[in-house]
């Protein structure tokens, strides 16, 4: 159960980390924290309420032979907010856009990206407590999860920050990801699901491949 947790985390993680390096250094651990610390809130809240949750789970209309719930109009809406960040962040870092574009795309508000934060907190928190119950009944065990997941969340966030930051071509492998990512939710949106170890380990083969470019040119220039 953590490990499933901690494996839908990853998204999180990568989502916050890219949105704070919008912000000087010194708010950067703010907006970790505050999106780490709500979306386990939002997961216990969502424990709490259960029973209304499951509910989520349910068809609420047939479109063309396809059912959709309020779970499914959760993910569609998440995953069409994550695409569009996704592609509105690679385009800004491999275009040629002019410095007042830059300077502009920079000047951003703590609130507005805590707020896109939260967007997304909701979407992985809703997609992850159903999943949980899925797996287990005993609300202890999902709410323990949780909180170690969390825990594992603040630890490795800023190293996982930090390491995209200075590494361009991960950041864009992180953005592609998300990307992927958002896809899979708006499939599963349609009740069409796309298996999320493929991704994972497609993501997991490129981070590699990146690695050993990344050694491979240090070395040549050492």
């Known amino acids: 159960m953590i490990a499933l947790e901690v494996i839908l985390g990853i998204d999180n993680i990568i989502f916050i980390s890219i949105l704070a390096d919008k912000l000087p250094e010194e708010k950067r651990n703010k ?15 969502l424990l709490a309420i259960i029973s209304w949750i499951l509910k ?3 068809t609420l209309f047939n ?17 069409l907010f994550l695409i569009y960040k996704s592609t509105k962040e690679i385009y800004l870092k491999t275009e040629n856009v002019n410095t007042e574009n830059v300077s502009s ?13 939260i967007i997304l907190d909701l979407v992985f928190s809703v997609d992850s407590i159903i999943t949980a119950v899925g797996m287990v ?10 909180i170690v997941t969390v825990i ?14 200075k590494h361009p071509s991960f950041k864009i492998l992180a953005l592609c990801f998300l ?8 499939a599963e949106g349609f009740s069409f699901e796309i298996p999320k170890g493929y991704i994972y380990f497609s993501m ?4 590699l491949v990146d690695i050993i470019q990344m050694k491979t040119i240090k070395h040549k220039t050492t």
Not at 31 to 45: E, F, K, T, V
């Open 31 to 45: 907006l970790r924290n505050w999106g780490i610390g709500l979306a386990m809130a939002m997961r216990l809240c």
């Open 56 to 58: 989520l789970d349910q």
């Open 63 to 79: 479109i063309f032979e396809t059912d959709f719930s309020g779970k499914g109009l959760i993910l569609i809406l998440g995953g």
């Open 105 to 117: 795309a920079k000047v951003v508000s703590f609130g507005k990206l805590l707020t896109e934060v």
């Open 137 to 146: 009944q005993e609300l202890w065990v999902m709410y323990t999860a949780v």
């Open 152 to 165: 594992i969340m603040l630890i490795a966030s800023k190293p996982i920050s930090e390491f995209i930051r």
């Open 179 to 186: 990307m992927m990512i958002g896809i899979s939710l708006l």
């Open 204 to 207: 997991a083969f490129a981070f």
